[in-house]
C-alpha cells in the first residue's frame, strides 16, 4: 500500500488533528535529556521514531554506511530519490497498524519511540547555502506600490524571471531560537546622515522553503522539468527583516545587514511526497515565460499558513494572518531552474527561500510591513487595545502550516521565534 493512501492507520493513536499522520512521516534532528546525542527522527502523532535504532538493528539499511545516527539529514538526503521513497516506505509498514514487528515488539519500542515533549529538536540540515527568492506577486506588488509607484508597482523583470539575492546560510536557526534585534546604520528621512541605533522596525517574513536533495557540478544547469526531483522536502521559514536598516543598504546591491542576524526554520522536513496529494495549478502566468522557465502540470501546494503574535504582556497569541502557499507566482522548479541557468552549482542541504508569501485580502498580508502598512495602520491584537506596526521586545513570532484533505491533515509544525533585546557595541 502507498505511503501516501488515506486509508492508512498507525497502531499509535493520532489525534485527527496532529499534523503528522502516517500520511506524513516528517525528517527532523532531535535529542533528548538522556541521550543527548543528535540523531534521525520522524514525526508520528505525538511521538518521534529514532531511525537510529532502527538502522542499529537492521530494519532500515538505506546505505553501507550509517545516515541515520547523525546530527544532520545530509547524509541521508545526498543517497537521492529512490533511496528517500523506498525508505518512507519502510518506516510506513513498520507503523502500521497490521504490522507486527514494531507494533509488537514492547523493547523495540520502548528503544525507537521518543514522546515527542521529550525531544529537543535541532536544526534538521547543514544548511550548505541560501537564497531568497521574491516569487508572491501580491507580496512584491504591495511593496512596490507602498515604495514605487502603484501603477507600476513590479519592476521590469519581475514578471520574467524569479528574483532572488543569496544570503547568509551561518544564521540559519531552528524554531524556538531566540532572535536578538539587530543594531545597524539607520537614516530616517528627516535626518542630514545615517546613524548608529537599534532596528525600530523588526518584522517577520512569512515564507516556506525547499531543500535541495543533490549535488551539482559546477557550468551545469537543472532543467525546470527535472528540478523536483532534486527536492527533498519543505520547511516552513521566518526570514525576520530589519525594515529600516533595509531601506538605507540596500541601493544599489539589495540587503545585507538588514537580513543577515537570523533566519528561522521549522525543525520537521516534510517530503516532497507527502505533498505529492496536495498539488495544484499555480497563478497563470502572462507574459509567457522564456522557453527554459515553461512548465506543464501543476507545480504549486495547496499549503495553508498562518502567522501567530503573541505579546510579552498577553499570553494568548492573535491570528494576524491566513494565507496559502498555492498562490506563489514562481514555482520552485522554475526557482531552482533559474538558479541554475548561469551554471551555478548546487550542493546537497541549500536551502532557498520562497520570498513572503501574501494574499489578496489585507489579513493575507506575509508581513507586518503590508500588514501595517508600513505602519499606517496599526494592527490591533485580539485584546482589543495592543496595536503593534513593527515587532517590539519580548514579542513571539509563530508560524503554521498544514495541507487539509478531506481524509487527513499533512502539516509542518511550527517555527517560532521571540524578540530579544539589541546589544549595543557603540
Not at 46 to 67: H, M, N, R, T
Not at 163 to 192: C, D, F, L, W
Not at 346 to 351: K, S, T
Request: hydrophobic letters at 40%.
Amino acid at each position: 500500500m502507498h505511503p501516501n493512501s488515506p486509508s492508512l492507520k498507525s497502531f499509535l493513536p493520532v489525534d485527527p488533528s496532529s499534523d503528522f499522520p502516517i500520511q506524513n512521516l516528517p525528517f527532523g534532528i532531535f535529542s533528548t535529556r538522556q541521550s543527548p546525542e543528535c540523531r534521525v527522527g520522524v514525526a508520528i502523532g505525538e511521538w518521534v521514531l529514532d531511525l537510529s535504532e532502527l538502522e542499529k538493528i537492521g530494519l532500515l539499511a538505506p546505505s553501507s554506511q550509517s545516515v541515520f545516527n547523525k546530527p544532520a539529514l545530509n547524509d541521508f538526503i545526498a543517497l537521492g530519490q529512490s533511496v528517500w521513497r523506498s525508505t518512507r516506505a519502510q518506516i510506513s509498514l513498520l507503523l502500521r497498524s497490521d504490522h507486527p514487528r514494531l507494533r509488537d515488539d514492547e523493547v523495540l519500542r520502548a528503544n525507537a519511540l521518543v514522546p515527542m515533549h521529550e525531544a529537543l529538536m535541532h536544526l534538521p540540515i547543514a544548511v550548505a547555502g541560501y537564497t531568497d527568492f521574491y516569487s508572491s506577486k501580491e507580496h512584491a506588488t504591495n511593496v512596490g506600490s507602498m515604495f514605487r509607484d502603484p501603477a507600476n508597482a513590479l519592476l521590469p523583470n519581475w514578471l520574467h524571471l524569479p528574483v532572488g539575492y543569496n544570503g547568509r546560510a551561518s544564521s540559519v536557526v531552528v524554531s524556538g531560537t531566540e532572535i536578538r534585534r539587530p543594531m545597524g546604520q539607520v537614516k530616517p528621512p528627516s535626518a542630514e546622515q545615517p546613524q548608529f541605533a537599534a532596528c525600530a522596525k523588526l518584522d517577520f517574513e512569512l515564507e516556506t522553503a525547499f531543500i535541495v536533495g543533490a549535488n551539482t557540478a559546477l557550468g551545469e544547469s537543472v532543467s525546470v522539468n527535472d528540478a523536483e526531483e532534486l527536492i527533498f522536502g519543505m520547511v516552513l521559514l521566518n526570514d525576520w527583516s530589519a525594515r529600516d536598516i533595509q531601506q538605507w543598504e540596500y541601493v544599489p546591491l539589495g540587503p545585507f545587514n538588514a537580513k543577515t542576524f537570523a533566519t528561522s526554520i521549522s525543525p520537521w522536513v516534510v517530503t516532497m511526497e507527502a505533498l505529492e496529494p496536495f498539488r495544484v495549478p499555480g497563478p497563470k502566468q502572462e507574459p509567457e515565460p522564456l522557453s527554459y522557465l515553461r512548465q506543464n502540470g501543476d507545480h504549486s501546494f495547496d499549503i495553508r499558513l498562518a502567522v501567530e503574535l503573541q505579546t510579552a504582556e498577553n499570553h494568548q497569541p492573535t491570528t494576524i494572518c491566513n494565507t496559502n502557499y498555492r498562490a506563489m507566482y514562481w514555482s520552485m522548479a522554475q526557482q531552482l531552474a533559474h538558479h541554475t541557468i548561469s551554471g551555478c552549482n548546487l550542493r546537497v542541504g541549500d536551502l532557498m527561500a520562497s520570498g513572503t508569501i501574501s494574499g489578496t485580502q489585507p489579513d493575507s498580508f506575509g508581513s507586518l510591513l503590508e500588514l501595517s502598512w508600513n505602519g499606517q495602520r496599526p494592527v490591533t491584537l485580539s485584546d482589543g487595545h495592543t496595536k503593534r506596526s513593527f515587532l517590539e521586545d519580548g514579542d513571539v513570532v509563530t508560524m503554521r502550516g498544514a495541507c487539509v484533505g478531506a481524509h487527513y491533515r499533512c502539516g509542518f509544525g511550527a517555527v517560532s521565534g521571540r524578540v530579544i533585546p539589541a546589544l549595543n557595541h557603540a
